[in-house]
């Protein structure tokens, strides 16, 4: 697998920049490419996490009737860039009680699990870090890093509301992992794929082969549970009990302060945004336009480049309205209770999702069956 | 030898280190939560050297069973017990002496074991991709993953049942 995407690399940089032949093995321009996308997409989920986090703020006032920050630039819009600042300039406290290595280890390995879903990110056209053959496995496979991470800064908090909201958190992620494995099934069985890059082109042409729209009204209904589930994966009202402030003080994260709490607060944005970008991936044709057509492509000519720059905004864009939906919900909302939190997840969504990949699974079978044996007699 | 295979060997030993540092850790150190810990490493390790093995499914299956399922387990169970941090072991080891040596033979034995056995490598094309994995569960091994679903199913129940308040 690793030659193959060594040699579409070395052809990559062989055609087109001739001018940068240095000679040098393909292996090492594999290393240097993954290093500046890695490093691109890095600051890209900063970067959306800080606006993220304003937006989030102005969506709530407006939704409460109040301002939001609206002080620092036009219309507030740097306050992500003080509270950044903020942040990096306050100390790093760890409490006496802690495990000195596993509380300094713990926001990395959550991170780890977030970001290492950008990894098999199809962002537009044939763009991506890599192009995983079994790209939906290795999402479903890294955010179980998550788990681990928020579990390990719970616990070595030494604190025991910290440890309450970890295992809560751990609980409600390990539980809500099932309804989205069998959404993210569903969709593998119509695509007959599980390369992100595959899951787009077999939604091509117009708006209504997107899979939301294939077999109605099911695959609505997939795409409902699977947003549900989502937001408890992300640990968004109304499911966001691990941080429940009235009861848990703030969960898993308490004794975090400064750069470390930071790294968490970047991380639960940056895993909306994941979860927002499957969500588009497997539901809403991805970097696929609404349009019959690429607008950029119909003004100024048939050009590749062009594509890909305009199917990263019909990305982008269609990720953004999910998110945005996400915040909504949570000024809306109420939260739920922890057993009412897993009834939900066991008693309805499971057998929900169930039901549509058996009903998706005879529609798409007897579809297939009909065509195959149509020219003899049946 | 050219620098691209340099990088292919420096990668690889990372990886067999990461796997056999950590399961150090996992069989030595005294607290428990840092073996479980070291676990997540063993289990990240093994699955990077299944990548180099061309079994991509097989890693990522690795991890999703072990570090998603098993370990968040491990991890709950050894949280929800009390006084974790320096465990006193109740039955300390009594004799070194015999213990050594059998694991030096055993230890040999295995060695002579991979040394003699005559592999049957197949190509990464053979073994790799899902859907050969599929059609060989749903027809050669039909048997044998159906017995393991009703083992599970069993299982699933049998947990159900000792959480009940009131059994029946």
């Given amino acids: ?378 | 030898m050219l620098l691209g295979d340099w990088i292919y060997q420096i990668i690889f030993y990372a990886f067999v280190a990461l796997s056999i540092g950590s399961a150090v850790i996992v069989a030595f150190s005294r607290n428990i939560v840092y073996s479980a810990f070291a676990l997540l490493l063993t289990f990240f390790g093994v699955a990077g050297i299944y990548v180099f093995l061309s079994s991509e499914f097989l890693a990522i299956a690795q991890v999703i069973i072990y570090v998603g399922g098993i370990l968040v387990l491990v991890l709950f169970a050894v949280m929800l017990t009390h006084k974790i941090r320096d465990v006193k072991l109740s039955n300390p080891s009594t004799s070194p002496y015999i213990a050594g040596p059998l694991v030096l033979i055993i230890f040999i034995g295995l060695i002579w074991l991979i040394m003699t056995t005559p592999w049957q490598i197949k190509g990464a094309l053979e073994i790799g991709g899902i859907s050969d994995i599929g059609n060989a569960l749903m027809g050669k091994y039909l048997l044998a993953f159906e017995v393991s679903a009703v083992l599970l199913l069993g299982a699933l129940l049998g947990a159900t049942y000792l959480a009940r308040k009131n059994s029946l």
């Fill in chain 1, 1 to 378: 697998m690793l030659k193959e995407y060594i040699d579409a690399i070395k052809s990559f940089v062989d055609t087109t920049i001739p001018f940068l032949v240095i000679d040098a093995p393909v292996e090492l321009w594999y290393i240097v490419w993954i290093f500046i996308f890695g490093g691109v997409v890095l600051g890209g989920a900063m970067l959306f996490a800080g606006l993220a986090s304003f937006a989030e703020r102005r969506v709530a006032g407006f939704v409460q009737s109040r301002l939001g920050p609206n002080r620092v630039g036009p219309e507030g819009l740097f306050q992500f860039v003080a509270d950044g600042i903020k942040l990096v300039m306050k100390e790093d406290l760890i409490p006496s009680a802690a495990d000195k290595l596993l509380f300094r280890a713990a926001p990395y390995v959550l991170f780890i699990g977030t970001l290492g879903i950008f990894a098999a990110l199809p962002f537009s056209k044939s763009v991506s870090i890599t192009n995983l053959n079994l790209g939906l496995l290795y999402i479903f496979a890294i955010s179980s890093f998550v788990a681990v991470g928020i579990i390990m800064a719970g616990w070595a908090s030494g604190n025991k509301w910290s440890l309450l909201g970890a295992m809560r958190s751990a609980s409600q992620l390990i539980s809500y992992e099932i309804p989205i494995a069998i959404c993210f099934l569903t969709i593998v069985m119509i695509a007959g794929t599980m390369n992100m890059h595959q899951i787009i082109g077999q939604q091509t042409g117009s708006i209504f082969s997107w899979f939301i729209f294939r077999y109605p009204p099911f695959t609505v209904i997939t795409f409902i549970v699977y947003f549900i589930a989502a937001l408890a994966e992300t640990n968004r009202t109304p499911f966001d009990l691990p941080e429940a402030e009235s009861e848990l003080v703030g969960g898993y994260h308490t004794e975090y302060s400064g750069m470390r709490f930071a790294f968490f607060f970047m991380g639960e944005y940056a895993n909306m945004f994941a979860v927002c970008a499957i969500a588009t991936i497997l539901f809403l044709g991805g970097w696929l336009s609404p349009l019959p057509f690429f607008i950029l492509n119909a003004l100024f000519g048939d050009y590749q480049l062009l594509t890909i720059i305009e199917g990263f905004g019909w990305f982008i864009a269609k990720i953004l309205f999910l998110v945005f939906v996400m915040m909504w919900l949570r000024w809306t909302l109420p939260r739920y209770r922890v057993d009412q939190l897993m009834a939900v997840c066991w008693k309805v969504l499971l057998p929900i999702s169930l039901a549509t990949m058996l009903i998706i699974g005879i529609w798409s079978g007897m579809g297939e069956w009909t065509s195959r044996y149509r020219g003899y007699g049946l």
